[in-house]
């Protein structure tokens, strides 16, 4: 039974750069939730996808995006990259939602330049 | 939203002894808590959690209680070995008018077991 699996495990890019971040779900799970973890902090949440919609959005701006496919896999996509943005990506999946013990995948370690 | 505030933000205890980590949550309407142990480098694994149904749940050498009407549940290690060293996170789950998303973090307890 695999777990949660994300691509790459490191990225490093340029202010100003896009980046796209990969995340399967753990099997029969159909919920994905990414979240952003600083250097020293807790996860912050980014959004949740289910059934291929964003159901819910934390505080982070437009420059992040988001999508689910049909086989619940999702990625996150951050657009006008900056100096901020570094962080451990993490997402994590769930079945259904409410309650539902969030399993998370190994994360990718963005850089930016 | 859902605030989540965590303490202390290190601990140090004697290998074999207790520890204790404490978090208080603002959103009532969260009913699901989960406790996440990070080791450097690794991703968040689940250790424990407690949905509101119930006030305590133990798993061996771990333990978890919940107040609800003070808002506010601990984590309890006992017999603590060097291998509980780690980076732990309390979480709640917050609500939106679309039903439950995801979770609130707290800051993290760095704990450290002295041998």
């Known amino acids: 039974d695999a777990g949660v699996t994300q691509s790459p495990t490191h990225l490093i890019k340029t202010r100003g750069q896009q980046v796209t971040l990969r995340c399967s779900p753990k099997?029969?799970?159909?919920?994905v939730s990414w979240y952003q973890q600083a250097l020293g902090q807790g996860p912050q949440f980014i959004f949740q996808y289910y059934e291929e919609e964003e159901r819910q959005r934390g505080n982070f701006p437009d420059r992040f995006s988001g999508h689910q496919f049909p086989n619940y896999s999702s990625e996150l996509n951050v657009n006008a990259l900056l100096l901020g943005d570094s962080a451990l990506y993490l997402c994590?999946?769930?079945?259904?939602?409410?309650?539902?013990?969030?399993?998370f995948g190994p994360g990718t370690r963005l850089l930016v330049l | 939203g859902e605030n989540v505030e965590q303490h202390p933000s290190t601990l140090s205890v004697q290998e074999g002894d207790s520890a204790v980590i404490k978090c208080t949550y603002s959103?009532?309407?969260?009913?699901?808590f989960p406790w996440y142990k990070q080791e450097l480098g690794k991703r968040p694994q689940l250790i424990i959690d407690i949905r509101s149904n119930v006030g305590e749940k133990k798993d061996q050498r771990i333990a978890v209680t919940l107040n609800k009407t003070a808002k506010h549940f601990s984590l309890h290690i006992t017999e603590t070995q060097p291998e509980d060293s780690a980076v732990y996170f309390c979480?709640?789950?917050?609500?939106?008018?679309?039903?439950?998303?995801?979770?609130?973090f707290g800051k993290g307890t760095h704990l450290i077991i002295q041998p």
């Open positions: 099997s029969g799970h159909d919920t």
């Open positions: 994590a999946s769930s079945f259904v939602t409410g309650q539902e013990t969030q399993y």
């Open positions: 979480a709640a789950e917050f609500y939106s008018g679309g039903g439950a998303d995801g979770l609130t």
């Open positions: 959103d009532s309407a969260s009913n699901y």
